[in-house]
């Protein structure tokens, strides 16, 4: 609070954490108080301390499976012998809300066929086909295929889906289900994971012979990521080249822009990354066009049908190579 409402609203919390303390104190068994807020930094912290709002639980946008138990509450019986897993992955990350409004618009879909609802109508809700000019939708649909070729040969994430279209904002989305559990993230797989975030520029780099201002622009842009973790890895983690702590994740592109010296190191770093993502594509440069080519057509593949394309091109590649291929397209080891 500013110190001008201080006057005001501390007596208004003392008072509120008394009552709260009443209602939960002596015998009142089976009391269970609730509260919510979309801001718990601003909380009081002695309303969160143990004994009266203990726990605070985030919840989050749904991840698959819950955009699918989402998706059968709006189809209310529905298609309910319908496999919606496909679904669910170009839903995953969504809002509520969103899915909501995606069952909305494949129910008006059938009801302009005057037919009952159908799987594709949900699809084509979910990633509408858009009008795209030829240009923008080679460059679009290589950026894309550069992330998920570079997620499937570094074993970077899960990858889910790759998208074309304006439906969440973006011309395209690589939906890509990164590590949270297991083994602590580590140097490895940290540049690993900004390898794949420089890919899709890489890719346009390579293949169409320059980069678009795709992989920039905001905070949740390619090279934002991964100018971020980059940053956090010199300046938080003890990863780099120091060991000295200076800045949390959340504060490194704070701290990239203020610090002379490490803008210069990530800098350095993210250019070395961005060879060997270029590396990478020209390498796999037949899985970039099979999977580019199939996106420009269909729009949208699983994750599962572009690893099927990755590993059957790498294998008719490898049988017609010489064996003493050219030396300089050797995998850059990561």
């Known amino acids: 609070m500013s110190p001008r409402g201080a006057d005001w609203w501390t007596p208004v919390i003392t008072d509120f954490l008394l009552c709260l303390d009443n209602a939960v104190a002596g015998n009142r068994t089976g009391i269970v108080v609730c509260a919510a807020t979309n801001n718990v930094k601003a909380v009081d912290a002695a309303l969160l301390r143990p004994g009266r709002l203990e726990r605070s639980i985030e919840?989050?946008?749904p991840n698959h499976a819950g955009a699918i138990n989402i998706l059968r509450y709006h189809l209310n019986g529905d298609l309910a012998d319908a496999d919606l897993t496909d679904i669910g992955h170009l839903l995953d990350g969504c809002t509520g809300a969103e899915i909501m409004m995606t069952v909305r618009g494949a129910r008006r879909i059938a009801r302009y066929a005057k037919r009952r609802i159908e799987l594709d109508d949900l699809v084509q809700a979910s990633?509408?086909?858009?009008?795209?000019?030829?240009?923008?939708?080679?460059r679009i649909c290589t950026h894309e295929a550069g992330h998920?070729?570079?997620?499937?040969?570094?074993?970077?994430?899960?990858?889910?889906?790759?998208?074309?279209?304006?439906?969440?904002?973006?011309?395209?989305?690589?939906?890509?289900?990164n590590e949270t559990g297991g083994d602590l993230m580590t140097r490895d797989t940290v540049e690993r994971h900004v390898v794949v975030l420089?890919?899709?520029?890489?890719?346009?780099?390579v293949l169409i012979g320059?980069?678009?201002?795709?992989?920039?622009?905001?905070?949740?842009?390619?090279?934002?990521?991964?100018?971020q973790l980059i940053a956090a890895l010199h300046a938080s983690t003890g990863l780099g080249d120091t060991l000295t702590y200076m800045v949390s994740h959340?504060?490194?592109?704070t701290a990239v822009r203020v610090d002379r010296e490490l803008r210069s190191t990530v800098e350095q770093h993210l250019r070395t990354l961005q060879t060997r993502a270029e590396n990478l594509i020209r390498q796999h440069r037949h899985e970039m066009l099979a999977i580019a080519d199939r996106l420009r057509t269909r729009r949208q593949l699983s994750g599962e049908e572009i690893r099927k394309i990755v590993s059957g091109a790498s294998f008719a590649k490898d049988a017609f190579e010489p064996a003493n291929g050219d030396p300089h397209q050797k995998s850059d080891g990561l």
């Open 210 to 227: 320059g980069a678009g201002v795709g992989a920039g622009g905001d905070d949740d842009s390619d090279l934002a990521q991964a100018t």
């Open 250 to 253: 959340r504060d490194a592109l």
């Open 148 to 177: 998920a070729v570079a997620s499937v040969i570094l074993a970077s994430g899960d990858l889910k889906r790759c998208v074309v279209g304006r439906a969440a904002g973006a011309a395209g989305r690589t939906l890509i289900a």
């Open 198 to 205: 420089l890919a899709g520029r890489a890719a346009e780099r």
């Open 59 to 61: 919840i989050t946008r």
């Open 127 to 138: 990633a509408p086909d858009e009008d795209i000019g030829p240009a923008a939708l080679t």
